[in-house]
Each structure stands twice: as C-alpha cells, then as structure tokens.
T-cell receptor, first 113, second 112 residues
Framework: SQELEQSPQSLIVQEGKNLTINCTSSKTLYGLYWYKQKYGEGLIFLMMLQKGGEEKSHEKITAKLDEKKQQSSLHITASQPSHAGIYLC?????????????FGKGTKLSVIP | SAVISQKPSRDICQRGTSLTIQCQVDSQVTMMFWYRQQPGQSLTLIATANQGSEATYESGFVIDKFPISRPNLTFSTLTVSNMSPEDSSIYLCAGGSYNEQFFGPGTRLTVL
C-alpha cells in the first residue's frame, strides 16, 4: 500500500471558498513538505513541517502537522483561481535527516471563478 | 532559496537512443537528486547525485540505465540510456537543504 496517501484525489471549489487537503502517512513523519505543481512549471516549494503540532502559513495557505506526526493538512482560505494546480506532499520517513523524500500522488485542485 | 533550471524542457526520442538532461542550480546546494514522474503517478526518487563520486541509486534503478554525474555543487546530469517507450516520463532535478528542497521545472521525455 502507498506509504503516503493524499485526499481527496481531486477537488473543485468555487472561488472564495475554503478547502482542506490531507496527507496521511503509515509511518512517522520526520519532515513533511508541501509543494504545488502546475503544468510545465515543476514543483513550487510551499513549506516544510517537522515538529508535532507545528503550523506554518504562507499568504492564504496554512499547513499543520498533527501531534502524532502521521498526518498533515493543508488549508486554503478564500481560494482564488491562482491556487489551482496539483498539491503534493513529500515525506522524510527515515528520521535521520534524510533528504530523500517519498511523495503522495497529489491532489488536483480546480477553482471556478 | 535556490532556482533550478533544466535542459532540455522536453524531447521526443527514438527507441534505443540516449538522452542527457542537465540540471543547473543558481547557488551551491548540499544535496541534488533526480526524480521521475510517470503519467498519473507520484514522484519516484531515481538517485542521489553525489559530488565527485558515484551516485546512490534507489531500488529498481541502475547506473547502466541512468548514469549520473555531479562535477560540482551546482550542476548535475542524468542520462537515460537505451531508451524504450516505458521511459517516457517527466524527469525532475531537485536540490537544496533539508528544510527547503527545490525542484527544477522538469524534462518531459517521450520515447517512440
């Protein structure tokens, strides 16, 4: 089974609505990275979480790592068409400061004006 | 932050040929990696590019098929050798520090 599960697989929201994307791991998350991918633009680094309960924000995007360090959520407030894309979570499961990441399959977000 | 560029951005190649992808980082980075993203799939790590020594390959990937070079802290190449249609994929270079890993825009490879 997949080590890192993202849900939902796809999401269509009306502009201005809030949304949440989840990333659930079967192993402890020692580092959890959120990226946004647009066609032809590679992955855009959003933020990285390490500590249980940690929460970070960047503009209207907030990500949190749960206390047990096995799930992270990404929340977008008042979504805009510019938020559309594929959101990927990547995990360090080694606990040894490994740079090698395991990725989820992504959540495709569409924002309808 | 680091800005990573890749060349070529896309290519269409014939079966049995090889393609070398270049990755350039605008600043020195500790680590550099090569990933593959097959259609509809998540990213899969191919190898860690080690400066001045042989790359470290993940299970399922071998040096003969994916030779990698990293002559300095800002540049790396990945060659996809003896290509088959199954190698059609997006190949991404990544690099940075532990707290911030940045990705290049990817190279979209189609093998006919």
């Amino acid at each position: 089974s997949q080590e890192l599960e993202q849900s939902p697989q796809s999401l269509i929201v009306q502009e201005g609505k809030n949304l949440t994307i989840n990333c659930t791991s079967s192993k402890t998350l020692y580092g959890l990275y959120w990226y946004k991918q647009k066609y032809g633009e590679g992955l855009i680094f959003l933020m990285m979480l390490q500590k249980g309960g940690e929460e970070k924000s960047h503009e209207k995007i907030t990500a949190k790592l749960d206390e047990k360090k096995q799930q992270s959520s990404l929340h977008i407030t008042a979504s805009q068409p510019s938020h559309a894309g594929i959101y990927l979570c990547g995990a360090d499961h080694s606990g040894a400061g490994s740079y090698q990441l395991t990725f989820g399959k992504g959540t495709k977000l569409s924002v309808i004006p | 932050s680091a800005v990573i560029s890749q060349k070529p951005s896309r290519d269409i190649c014939q079966r049995g040929t090889s393609l070398t992808i270049q990755c350039q980082v605008d600043s020195q980075v500790t680590m550099m990696f090569w990933y593959r993203q097959q259609p509809g799939q998540s990213l899969t790590l191919i190898a860690t590019a080690n400066q001045g020594s042989e790359a470290t390959y993940e299970s399922g990937f071998v040096i003969d098929k994916f030779p990698i070079s990293r002559p300095n802290l800002t540049f790396s190449t990945l060659t996809v050798s003896n290509m088959s249609p199954e190698d059609s994929s997006i190949y991404l270079c990544a690099g940075g520090s532990y707290n911030e890993q940045f990705f290049g825009p990817g190279t979209r490879l189609t093998v006919l």
